[in-house]
């Protein structure tokens, strides 16, 4: 009945379809991603990138048509080294920078908020609009998100600010605030937040920006705070000056009333003590003071002629340190010397005789006498050095016996003439110190005149022609560029998120399984069988999965296979039905089980009835031959499921199931397809895997996460199975289209393709 056993087809392997079963996919090796492989998530997902792109892309526009004009002016001042510039060095009160410190602090000082509120009364900035806040706030998306961040901000700020102020109420006493000084510091922050200061590189100069919703406006604040600041800067110069030159006027003022004060005592001193002789003691006075001076020029005199002596004679006359000593040089014996050993040196290194010849021997003698000289030269200068040491010694004691002498007469006009010597003095002293302080001050007066500004103004800021916000082509490429990046991120992320088994290289890779096939999808609710009008890929694809079985089974005797799925709906009655005609079709001789005795759906897909079926077998109610149902194609037969028992896993791993399984392996059939529950819902699976040849694992492309694909395989793998070759069903190749046209050549399915497969194509 079923024809001749041996008559079984075998065709080459399809070129479409790859059966390897190692890690990595043929042209694909494991470990090699290329871009490309990486461009295909964005293909994958591209509606969503699309939308993401015209989302972020129409925000961009909204955001550019629903902004403010703002328009930027910008003004330049120049800051020279104030080392240029005419100045009198105060020690600390004056310090010299490096510029790129100069610079910043410069810049710290054009923000200073109290340079700001001298421009806030001349631009009269209270009164403009969006300075006091009675102006538009930001608009476009940036103000709709100010406003949500101020509705979520705001009530959190004034519970906590509540909290704060009931706590510390008691403790401080609340001062009420100046509204005209909240809104002062209020314009100077709006401005402080439209102003920019920025050094230019390479150069002295400040650019000052700022930034308004009115041009004109903008101009005038970039200009009005530069001239602030050069100003405030002219000012800071001559504000040192003038405060020195008053304290000198103070201090000479003070020292004319002083002066006046001790002539006036001098004379009350003679009047009251008839001290008429002493009215000209000014030449015993003015002879002590001269002795004082001679004295202490003497003492000077003699501690530099010591110090000339001490320091040259600690050198040694050979030593080349002694030239440095102005006296050395100074001397022409030793000038002569020095001169006449140099030119003997010279005259002996060009001569070319050898060293025992009289001519170099004189030469050498001749050296010697000189560096003689020139030692007894030095010596001279020394002892010269001594004896005016010695000299100005001698002349300090006669200077200091002069001014003993003064001041033993001066001690014989007894107290009155002290006292009156004490007025004297202090008068001098006042007249001298008055004398210096009007130098000074002459001085700074002419240094104040000659003052001139550091700081200039290098460019006026003019009123812009055009907003430089918002800047159309950039906010627009702006947004292209964030809604790529948006969209590119969503796009990895979803793929990173999804898990599930959706190419051949997830199964050879991740789960380590051989890949027999794979299935696509096709769009319909009901079960597609070979039998009836289905796409021509389709049957192409249970083709190639035919041709991978004949060429990974091997042997002679019936070959028995399962189809079993991780979790259900993955489509394996389907795909048992299907690859149980295919095989027929290819001239084998098949008989398609169904073991899923929970749920049976073999009788359904091929529409027969289930009247009397395996679990009838099982229970000894039917003979094999009464539980085998014939079909339109005489090489096709099937058991269908039947009632459903009780105990399904009992019966499965019953002895009768065990001798079936036997008893078909040499029976009249090439191949046994059985169809068998999910592995994770029931262990059915699991107990007919040590029985058969080989387990066809189908799963739902885009269905099965990783992780109970990897757990179902561990589960059949425990039972240790001959053969576990996966199937990818329902695969979406417009979806996976780069995937499958890079690897698989699916561009090119429909070259021999006619529409549909039918009952009739039979290979």
Aim: aromatic share 6%.
């Amino acid at each position: 009945m079923f024809g001749d056993r041996n008559n079984v087809l075998i065709e080459p392997p399809a070129p479409a379809a790859p059966i390897s079963g190692l890690p990595g996919a043929p042209g694909h090796p494991e470990g090699e991603t290329h871009l490309l492989d990486r461009l295909s998530v964005i293909y994958r997902y591209r509606k969503v990138v699309v939308t993401v792109i015209v989302v972020v892309l129409i925000a961009g526009v909204v955001q550019t048509m629903t902004t403010t004009p703002e328009y930027r002016a910008s003004a330049r001042v120049q800051i020279d080294d104030e080392r240029s510039l005419p100045g009198l060095s105060l020690g600390n009160e004056q310090m010299w920078v490096e510029t790129s410190t100069l610079m910043s602090t410069q810049v710290q000082a054009l923000r200073s908020k109290d340079l700001i509120r001298t421009i806030v009364p001349q631009l009269n900035l209270t009164a403009v609009a969006e300075f006091n806040g009675t102006g538009t706030g930001p608009t476009g998306l940036s103000g709709a998100l100010s406003s949500l961040r101020a509705r979520i901000t705001n009530p959190i700020s004034s519970f906590l600010s509540g909290q704060e102020t009931g706590a510390t109420a008691s403790a401080e006493p609340t001062i009420p605030a100046d509204p005209e000084r909240l809104l002062e510091d209020r314009v100077v922050d709006i401005f402080l937040s439209r102003m920019s200061t920025t050094p230019i590189t390479d150069s002295r100069a400040i650019r000052i920006d700022f930034v308004s919703q009115d041009p004109a406006l903008a101009a005038a604040a970039a200009n009005a705070l530069a001239k602030a600041y050069i100003e405030q800067n002219l000012k800071r110069r001559r504000g040192n000056l003038d405060a020195i030159v008053a304290d000198l006027e103070k201090q000479v003022k003070d020292g004319d009333q002083r002066i006046k004060s001790a002539e006036a005592n001098m004379v009350a001193f003679r009047d009251n003590n008839n001290a008429a002789a002493l009215a000209d003691p000014s030449v015993l006075a003015t002879q002590e003071l001269e002795r004082q001076a001679e004295l202490a020029r003497a003492v000077e005199s003699a501690r530099v002629a010591r110090e000339h002596y001490t320091r040259l004679q600690a050198v040694p006359y050979d030593d080349q340190r002694i030239d440095t000593f102005p006296q050395m040089n100074a001397d022409p014996d030793v000038r002569r010397w020095k001169s006449e050993l140099s030119a003997r040196q010279s005259a002996l290194s060009r001569l070319t005789f050898g060293e025992d010849h009289p001519v170099r021997l004189d030469a050498v003698r001749g050296i010697a006498e000189a560096r003689e000289g020139l030692k007894v030269a030095r010596d001279t200068v020394v002892d010269r050095l001594r004896l005016a040491a010695e000299s100005a010694d001698s002349d300090v004691t006669v200077r200091r016996q002069n001014l003993a002498t003064i001041r033993a007469t001066r001690e014989q006009l007894g107290t009155k003439g002290i006292d009156y010597d004490s007025l004297l003095r202090l008068r001098d002293s006042e007249r001298a110190l008055i004398t210096t302080l009007q130098d000074r001050l002459a001085n700074f007066n002419i240094e104040a005149n000659a003052i001139r500004n550091n700081v200039w103004l290098q460019d006026s800021a003019v009123a812009p022609a055009r907003p430089f916000k918002p800047d159309v082509s950039r906010n627009l490429l702006l947004s292209l560029f964030v809604g790529f990046a948006l969209a590119g991120a969503l796009a990895f992320g979803l793929d990173y998120l999804d898990d599930t088994i959706k190419t051949p290289e997830d199964i050879t890779r991740k789960l380590r399984i051989p890949f027999l096939g794979l299935v696509p999808s096709v769009r319909g609710d009901r079960p597609h069988v070979l039998s009836g009008p289905v796409p021509h890929d389709f049957g192409e694809a249970y083709r190639a999965l035919r041709t991978s079985l004949v060429f990974t089974s091997g042997g002679e005797s019936t070959r028995i296979i399962t189809c079993t799925s991780a979790q259900p709906l993955e489509g394996k009655t389907t795909t048992a039905c299907n690859l149980a005609m295919v095989l027929a079709f290819g001239g084998s001789r098949v008989l398609l089980i169904d073991a899923d005795m929970r749920r049976p759906g073999v009788h359904k897909t091929l529409k027969i009835n289930n009247t009397v079926g395996l679990s009838h077998l099982l229970v000894g109610q039917a003979r094999v031959r009464e539980a085998i149902q014939r079909t339109s194609d005489p090489n096709f037969c099937v058991m269908t499921a039947g009632r459903t028992p009780p105990n399904p896993s009992e019966l499965l791993s019953s002895e009768r199931m065990k001798q079936l399984i036997a008893n078909l392996k040499q029976g009249p059939f090439d191949w046994v397809v059985i169809d068998t529950p999910p592995v994770l819902a029931v262990t059915d699976a699991v107990i007919l895997t040590p029985l058969v040849d080989g387990v066809a694992f189908v799963l739902g492309a885009e269905m099965t996460r990783r992780r109970l694909a990897e757990r179902a395989v561990q589960m059949l793998m425990v039972s240790r199975p001959r053969v576990v070759g996966a199937v990818l069903n329902r695969v979406n190749f417009d979806r996976n289209k780069y995937y499958y046209s890079r690897y698989y050549g699916y561009q090119y399915k429909s070259y021999y393709g006619s529409g549909t497969s039918g009952a009739t194509e039979k290979a």
